[in-house]
């Protein structure tokens, strides 16, 4: 398309298409970014209470379907039945595995559609019969659903420290 084309046709089309609105183009309503992060934290707390329970299938409530995980010193895994799969293993392995989440953020996207969860938490359990701790970033994405739920897209879970005794 030539740059004189443009002038003389699109923008005077442009200009009687927002004419023929009265002049005003509506926008789309701004999203409820702070109902969408409590949603996201009150999903995030019952994941946690399905780790603490040693359900996998409550612990992976709101992967989405094709969730991609990324974990210390752990091979990257695609898909929820991959993420319980997991799950279940470090179920059996550490009968003592708990989770305590430290600090918590949620910033979500203007349009309302996707969010970034970050957070840091303690997790408990033993290490050879010996009880241990340490801390733990998690950084999740989430996408809106065509349901209007949320899940997540990916998940990042990173050492900060070394397990230590209690």
Do not use: C
Not at 4 to 14: A, D, F, N, Q
Not at 52 to 63: E, L, Q, S, W, Y
Not at 111 to 135: E, I, L, N
């Amino acid at each position: 398309m030539s740059t004189i084309w443009m002038r003389t046709t699109m923008i005077p089309s442009l200009a009687l298409a927002a004419a023929s609105l009265g002049g005003h183009v509506q926008a789309a309503p701004a999203a409820d970014t702070a109902r969408i992060a409590r949603e996201i934290r009150a999903d995030v707390a019952q994941a946690i209470a399905g780790i603490n329970a040693h359900d996998a299938v409550r612990a992976t409530a709101f992967d989405a379907p094709d969730v991609v995980v990324i974990a210390t010193r752990q091979p990257n895994t695609t898909g929820i039945t991959a993420d319980r799969a997991g799950f279940r293993k470090g179920f059996a392995s550490d009968r003592a595995w708990r989770v305590a989440m430290i600090s918590e953020s949620v910033d979500v996207a203007a349009a309302g559609d996707m969010a970034v969860y970050r957070s840091v938490y303690r997790q408990d359990g033993t290490h050879a019969h010996a009880p241990t701790s340490q801390k733990v970033n998690f950084i999740a994405g989430f996408r809106r659903q065509p349901d209007s739920s949320w899940k997540m897209a990916w998940y990042v879970v990173s050492d900060i420290d070394r397990p230590h005794g209690k």
